[in-house]
């Protein structure tokens, strides 16, 4: 009998869970993306209605953990939203418990930045020490771990 942590126990809603600055990238990578996957009958999740401020939706945390893997997008900006940081801590548990895999892309982005929390994502984390102590580590636990992953480095377009 398998255990509550198998993913072999989850009703699987989406083969990938896509996670992407909006401002940075919704209207051309992620969308040429997302239609691809979706043309080749992947069926893919990507949020539409994200508010700026709000807390993360129980929705999309659902929406990740049903998901076969996620493809992740991290560009320019992605370390100054809480809500991505947020999705991506929450990508890496399931990579974890569930064994799901996690597909990043570096999007204009250093690979290192975002495994050593330096440039542009450095930037972002002097804003959170004080008011986000209690996530910080996990949301830069999160970022090493995505950054040590093999995936694709875009910097043309």
């Not at 129980?58 to 997008?73: D, F, G, H, Q, Y």
Request: aromatic residues 14%; contains cysteine; charged residues 30%.
């Amino acid at each position: 009998m398998a255990s509550d942590s198998s993913p072999f126990d989850l009703r699987w809603t989406h083969d990938v869970f896509l996670s992407f600055r909006g401002e940075d990238t919704r209207y051309d990578f992620t969308d040429h993306l997302y239609n691809a996957l979706v043309g080749k009958g992947i069926i893919t999740f990507r949020d539409e209605k994200l508010k700026r401020g709000e807390k993360i939706a129980p929705k999309l945390l659902n929406a990740i953990e049903k998901s076969r893997s996620s493809i992740v997008v991290f560009s320019k900006t992605y370390a100054d939203s809480r809500w991505c940081l947020d999705e991506l801590a929450k990508i890496i548990e399931c990579s974890r418990k569930y064994r799901q895999i996690v597909f990043p892309i570096f999007y204009h982005v250093d690979p290192s930045d975002v495994r050593k929390q330096t440039g542009r994502f450095g930037e972002a984390f002097t804003k959170y020490e004080e008011n986000w102590k209690n996530k910080v580590q996990s949301w830069r636990e999160a970022l090493t771990e995505a950054g040590n992953l093999s995936g694709w480095h875009v910097n043309e377009g």
